[in-house]
């Protein structure tokens, strides 16, 4: 009942922010493109700026499955590093340990990714780390713990089930997915992550 429960408010949540966050959300999306609730058919009213900017960065906080606060951490982070705000947002986000093991193919969606770094069953280069906001820096292996490999969900991973639901392996992960390995071979490049954002919005919207 619960997992139940938890479906249904990310399918109303990808609703209502116009992305599919699972899979289960992009079917439903394909059936109802349109929000949520009894007037989600209706035409919306044009949006404030200030509206357009919220909306923006709760579709890239839902992407990432992260709280506010965090968030804001990672802008900060990023607004003093040199380059473009908006795209080092990006690219520290998917340095995230749950973001990397959900591109290697080791989970469906970012909640199982989360869930399987918390339960300690990832490792980085011979470590367990529980913490999903681990930043994994280049050159480091993720890995999946040797006692946790017969698990049937790493098992299903492994042997490729993921890969209809998920986009393709970006370049800057080697990935040995029947070893349930990756390796980030180097930072990763705004153009070459999938998600669903225009960052400078987000900026817009941190920087008001």
Known sequence: MANNTRARRKVRISRALGIALTPKAEKYLERRPYAPGQHGRARRKQDS???V????????????GIREAQMTRVFEEARRTSGLTGENLIELLEMRLD???LRAGFARTIAQARQLVVHRHIMVDGARVDRPSFRVAEGQLIH?????ETMVPLQVAAAGAH????PAVPGYLDVSLEKLQARLVRRPKRSEVPVTCEEQ???E???R
């Open 53 to 64: 900017r919220l909306r923006e960065k709760q579709r890239l906080r839902a992407q990432y």
């Open 144 to 148: 999946v713990h040797s006692r946790s």
């Open 201 to 203: 919005l987000v900026v």
């Open 205 to 207: 919207y941190y920087a």
């Open 49 to 51: 700026d200030y509206a």
């Open 99 to 101: 973001a990397l093991v």
């Open 163 to 166: 890969r209809d639901v998920l």
